[in-house]
């Protein structure tokens, strides 16, 4: 990975460029009123699974032997004893589970193999991943935004960004604000591929949790197809776990 500042110099002096923060003052903002919904196999805790929507139409995105590939999936509820530990309610699962990505609902998708370029990424502070994919060169990077002391802890806010670039600019859009405390950053990025099918990278990403990234853990899929004239892509779905 190449360092970000000296990246960012080189394309300050060749290109000209663009910044879309969609945040301002937030970590992030979740989509309000979306059809669009995620969910992953396996068990949940009381609270976190709305079992009226598994009543929909569900798609799953798989991974095999380096080809991704979407289909529709029948999903399976199982009812679970809560344990000493956790107050399990519910296990969610589909045919080939062990291959299974993520399941979608709401989406317009139809059965294919889809053209992907990464899955289970770790995005650490000061990095860059590079997509290349038709006529777009397409990065995510961090950097850190603000820092702050908590007591004895440190947080750091870093800034999360995709950017595009083509015909000698560079647009760049802020996806989030990552809080990390007292610890290096450390974002899994769970997919990137075309998935609506458009010509340009959609990601399934973890994102922060409300109100402080404190506690549980969420992740988010953006596509491009949804994006404002403002976007480059847009949050469209998450999902929230409430940790133990």
Known sequence: MKNLYSLFLVFLSLFSTSHLSAQ???????PVNSNIKILYTGDYKKGELDVKILNREWW???EQNNISYIRKVKLRLDKLEPDIQYDWEYRVSVDDNKNCIILFTGL??????????TDNHIIRNNEELTFEFGPYHTFLNSE???TESIGE???RDYSIQLNYKSNKKLTSQELFLFP????????SLIWAGDLDNDG???FIIQIPTHPNNEMGGSSGLFLSSK????ELVKLVAYFISTGC
Do not use: H
Request: with cysteine; charged share 30%; hydrophobic share 30%.
């Open 227 to 230: 994006a404002d004239s403002e």
């Open 153 to 155: 802890i440190l947080r």
């Open 60 to 62: 799953g995105l798989f």
């Open 24 to 30: 301002q003052n937030e970590l992030i903002q979740y």
């Open 144 to 146: 850190p935004k603000t």
């Open 108 to 117: 317009d998708l139809t059965e294919r193999e889809i053209n992907y370029f």
């Open 180 to 187: 990390c405390y007292g610890e290096e950053l450390l974002i």
């Open 200 to 202: 340009k990278t959609d």
